[in-house]
């Protein structure tokens, strides 16, 4: 039973950071209208804050598994002027506002975040907050790499006022690390995270990645194994997405066939997801476990679930403004993406302008649905007996979902839908029936990764 839904649910879909998804966006939308959206969305929510997402991009060496926007390159001197460049921009954002906006997050991805020296990430932050201030219970979170994350850049991060940190581990095994071109051993990882919990974090994460060349059974319990060891307080078990066809040459160092697929992958989540939960993690939405007295889960048993570019998140804000190449935005009413090329992304900022290259305003129904996807992904539930969230394909999703429903995937009463323990597997497939712009569209070539 199992193998058939997976055959039959195995197609490509989108993540569902966002509704409408990146692909409808509109290259040509004004620009104009998502600084409005920006100011209208700031002053509904003041006292909320924003949630600022900051791009550092460069990476020493490239990893295989990744479909990251980065730069490659060893050469250290292009920390400063970026730095700068992501301070004009946010300086373009407040400019716009009549006041010193309040930040609620902050979180520093890439790339490699840990690339920059303390010293540039110490401008970076204190540059920000001389144009903003920030909320009573700011949440501020980066990502480490555990072989050049030093005791210096956590001691000056956690000084500056980041209590989360999240280190990519992926997998333990020599083999997929050589496969991935990420060699990081256990002694590193357990360095770092000690670190990290003897200066004061109060969340520290651990990412791991299923699905990866060569990733066998024994593999995935070595990695929970070790894992448990350390005690991180969440865990994101992500699958790997294989989308060579996006990422270019940085997803093809192995073959199609070391690739573990259909249900030999799926073996692995499993496998993986139980071990977790009988070492005290629960699940949290998609991909994310975390014990029971991290922030994530108060968040999933309090209701206040969000997630957005950055992933799950339990800080809920109307506005998320992405800074630095490739960075997206989120006004709640639209999206922007910025330019993915760094030579442009410097010479759009000397014209005073913000760097965009996309984006989409989103409509009266682009809301509706979104608010149902975000339900769903959130809570694994969603109604639209409230009038505001009623929308006319209603019966039309309804009876797309029917099938699933005879597979036992989710519920479905006249008032709404809820999935089902054995659906959450295939979340991603119960929202695409929601996604009235991809049904409208419907893609020619392939687009996303596989759902499972």
Known sequence: MRKSLLQKYNVPGPRYTSYPTVPYWDENFHYQEWENTFVKAYTESKGEGISLYIHLPFCESMCTFCGCHKRITKNHSVEHPYIQGLLKEWSLYCSLLKEKPLIA?????????????????????????????KTENCEMSFEGHPNNTTRGH????????????????????????????RIQSLSEVAKVTMWARDIGYTSIGHDLIFGLPFQRVEDIVDTIEKTKTLHPDRIAFYSYAHVPWIKGNGQRGFKEEDIPKDDEKRILYEIGKKLLQLNGYHEIGM??????????????????????????????????????????????????????????????????????????????????????????????????????????????????????????????????????????????????????????????????????
């Open 105 to 133: 997050e902050i979180h520093l991805g890439g790339g490699t975040p840990t690339f920059f020296s303390e010293k540039n990430l110490e401008d970076l932050i204190n540059g920000i907050f001389s144009y903003s201030r």
């Open 154 to 181: 956590l001691e000056k991060l956690y000084n500056l006022g980041f209590r989360r940190v999240s280190f990519g581990v992926q997998d333990y095994s020599q083999k997929v690390q050589h496969a991935i071109n």
């Open 287 to 452: 991909d994310h476990f975390a014990l029971l007295s991290d922030s994530l889960y108060l968040a999933t048993v309090n209701g206040n679930l969000h997630r957005n570019f950055m992933g799950y998140s339990s800080s809920k804000t109307k506005i998320m403004i992405g800074l630095g190449v490739s960075s997206i935005g989120d006004s709640w009413y639209g999206f922007a993406q910025n330019v993915k090329n760094l030579e442009d992304y410097y010479q759009i900022l000397e014209w005073n302008k913000l760097p965009l290259t996309k984006g989409h305003i989103l409509t009266s129904e682009d809301l509706v649905i979104r608010q149902h996807i975000l339900n769903l992904m959130c809570n694994f539930e969603t109604k639209w007996e409230d009038q505001d969230l009623f929308f006319q394909e209603i019966p039309e999703v309804v009876s797309q979902l029917q099938e699933m429903k005879k597979d036992g995937l989710l519920i479905i009463n006249d008032s709404g839908i809820t999935v089902t323990t054995a659906g959450k597997a295939f979340i991603r497939n119960i929202c695409m029936a929601f996604d009235l712009r991809m049904k409208r569209q419907i893609p020619e070539m392939q687009l996303f990764s596989m759902t499972i």
